[in-house]
């Protein structure tokens, strides 16, 4: 089955939240390289305001959903926490984007925990950072995330694989079910006609059994006229 639309949409936006991030240290590193960031900082106020858009895309459709009982309210509520998650993320990219158009670029660790260096500070990026890419840069999060959405690929083709098995077996069921009901078809055709032929059969017996018994009437009357002359003529 394919993946909610809602959540699609989601994950959409977190990666377009990591392509700016990713752009936004690229962009410090040029600044401090003394190259020409004008394109890259082109980029990325339209990715900001992209996503920016994204996320009240994302929460206009979730409330839709939420008034329209379409999702649990459990579901619900946890979709609200994401989204409020990816909403502090953009308020961090941009404050990120404006304040250190000046400064120098942080190291890539500083960017992952927070821009003071420690590892052990909340990821600005994201938001409850879970254990599988706690540590990770962005670069092996993509990886990871491509990953995980190729074996979500695979597990798709392999159910579409066993849906196709089931149409074609359906298709072949239907095929043998038209047969059989030729079959049928012409057992009735045959039925109907011997039953013509029962009728026309028994009617003809029936005109066989009057016949026979008026012709037993008329030998019953010769002979009694038989018997009449013979006494007569023995009389005499």
């Not at 962005?138 to 083709?157: P, S």
């Not at 694989?161 to 149409?167: E, L, P, T, Y």
Request: glycine share 6%; aromatic share 2%; net charge negative.
């Amino acid at each position: 089955m394919s993946q909610d639309l809602w959540l699609q949409n989601y994950d959409a936006a977190c990666r377009l939240s990591q392509e700016i991030a990713e752009n936004i240290h690229e962009r410090n590193r040029q600044q401090r390289t003394g190259g020409n960031p004008a394109k890259l900082n082109m980029t990325l106020r339209a990715s900001l305001q992209k996503l920016k858009q994204n996320i009240a895309q994302l929460r206009e459709t979730l409330n839709r959903a939420s008034a329209q009982r379409r999702i649990m309210q459990a579901e619900a509520d946890r979709r609200q926490n994401l989204v409020d998650d990816l909403a502090t993320r953009e308020t961090r990219l941009n404050a990120s984007f404006k304040g250190d158009i000046s400064e120098a670029e942080p190291s890539r660790s500083s960017l992952m925990t927070g821009g003071n260096g420690s590892g052990a500070s909340v990821n600005p990026w994201l938001v409850n950072e879970t254990e599988e890419t706690r540590g990770l840069n962005f670069g092996e999060i993509k990886h990871q995330q491509q990953q995980i959405i190729e074996a979500q690929d695979a597990g798709l083709d392999a159910l579409s694989a066993v849906i196709s098995r089931q149409k074609q077996m359906g298709q072949e069921i239907g095929n043998e079910l038209d047969e059989h009901n030729e079959i049928i078809d012409d057992l009735a055709q045959l039925v109907d006609k011997t039953d013509g032929r029962i009728k026309n059969e028994t009617h003809r017996v029936k005109l066989l059994d009057t016949k026979s018994a008026s012709c037993g009437m008329m030998v019953v009357i010769v002979l009694l006229l038989i018997a009449i002359i013979v006494v007569a003529v023995w009389q005499t």
